[in-house]
């Protein structure tokens, strides 16, 4: 396996060597370690990923808030799912699980499509701008994974 090697501080581990030979040197503090395990590049996908996502989640909360609204817990629940898949893509802890987390987003958003042709009402205007909004996060959520799966990086593009 060529690349680097990382190794934990306080492992009792001797120092770790790259692959051209050089000792690699460990973060004296908490906050290198957090800023060298942290560090993302964010790219057009991932804005676009983003922007559909908000885009969607504050839809399904205008919807919610409207009177007589029969599926007001629904589309709060919808929202917030939405935001959790959201914040989870972005989260370093997650980032060994990135592909699945795309592919959850991606799946969430056609079961969002599903269930609105099942209980929503098709001349409903709104639904007009939701539904093509969930289509094009699915694709670029579904390509996210795919790209992530079978490339093996992680790095966001």
């Known amino acids: 396996m060529s690349g680097l090697a990382f190794s934990y501080i306080g492992t009792g581990q001797a120092p770790v060597r790259s692959a051209s030979g050089h000792v690699e ?36 909360l205008y919807l919610a808030v409207q009177p007589d609204e029969a599926f007001r817990f629904w589309f709060i629940l919808n929202s917030l799912g939405y935001l959790g ?47 093509p909004l969930e289509l094009v996060l699915a694709v670029l959520a579904f390509y996210e994974g795919w790209r992530v799966l079978h490339m093996g990086s992680t790095n966001f593009v």
């Open 25 to 60: 040197r460990e973060p004296n503090t908490m906050h290198q370690i957090f800023q060298q395990n942290t560090r993302i590049q964010i790219g057009a996908l991932q804005v676009a990923m983003t922007f559909c996502t908000l885009v969607i989640a504050l839809l399904h």
């Open 85 to 131: 898949l959201l914040t989870v893509f972005f989260l370093p802890r997650f980032v060994a699980q990135h592909h699945r987390v795309s592919f959850m987003l991606a799946g969430y958003a056609l079961l969002t499509i599903v269930l609105w042709f099942i209980f929503g009402q098709p001349d409903a205007l709104i639904a007009s701008v939701i539904n």
